[in-house]
T-cell receptor
Framework: SQQGEEDPQALSIQEGENATMNCSYK?????LQWYRQNSGRGLVHLIL?????REKHSGRLRVTLDTSKKSSSLLITASRAADTASYFC????????????FGSGTRLSIRP | DTEVTQTPKHLVMGMTNKKSLKCEQH?????MYWYKQKAKKPPELMFV???????INESVPSRFSPECPNSSLLNLHLHALQPEDSALYLC????????????FGPGTRLTVT
């Protein structure tokens, strides 16, 4: 069963705008990751945030984690056409690092 | 080299065929994974190999048979598949099975007719 649920399922914004995606999960985690997948391709690791961290930045990406609410958000600032992709959160428990479970994903479309 | 390669890119097979998917990485990673992804769904873990030994099998039907001949190669042997097995099959690797960041290959698009 899926650990994470993401919303929105789909998001369409104008180029240059910011995009925010949210992920909720059900059980205690060691860390949470975000991956990007271009249509029909493999996944690319974007960022990992540990359970004792609240916020992390990487370039135009900002990730927050609220373990009390079991939720995370991914903010992409100043979006570009190349950001069009599906974005998945993925969680891992302390007991099983290799068994990451992906959320349902958000399909992001950037309009030129 | 930070690349995971997969062959073939596309595969069409009948329900009585036997075929194999191949995955290769030269990053020195000791954990390798097979995932299955249906359209508009997240990847679902099938198998995990750690140091060439099968460590996780997510109750995958026996018509899927994984093999890890060495630390760089991972195969998935397919036999007597069903049309519902049509999907994108993704291979991934990580430094060890205690490392969280996984590197994915581009996938093999499998169609079972």
């Amino acid at each position: 069963s899926q650990q994470g649920e993401e919303d929105p399922q789909a998001l369409s914004i104008q180029e240059g705008e910011n995009a925010t995606m949210n992920c909720s999960y059900k059980t205690s985690i060691n860390n949470l990751q975000w991956y990007r997948q271009n249509s029909g391709r493999g996944l690319v690791h974007l960022i990992l945030i540990r359970s004792n961290e609240r916020e992390k930045h990487s370039g135009r990406l900002r990730v927050t984690l609220d373990t009390s609410k079991k939720s995370s958000s991914l903010l992409i600032t100043a979006s570009r056409a190349a950001d069009t992709a599906s974005y998945f959160c993925a969680t891992a428990r302390y007991s099983s690092a290799s068994k990451i479970i992906f959320g349902s994903g958000t399909r992001l479309s950037i309009r030129p | 080299d930070t690349e995971v390669t997969q062959t073939p890119k596309h595969l069409v097979m009948g329900m009585t065929n036997k075929k194999s998917l191949k995955c290769e990485q030269h990053m020195g990673h000791r954990a390798m994974y097979w995932y299955k992804q249906k359209a508009k769904k997240p990847p679902e873990l099938m198998f995990v190999y750690s140091y060439e030994k099968l460590s996780i099998n997510e109750s995958v039907p026996s018509r899927f048979s994984p093999e890890c001949p060495n630390s760089s190669l991972l195969n998935l042997h397919l036999h007597a598949l069903q049309p519902e097995d049509s999907a994108l099959y993704l291979c991934a690797s990580s430094q060890t099975d205690r490392t969280y960041e996984q590197y994915f290959g581009p996938g093999t698009r499998l169609t079972v007719t």
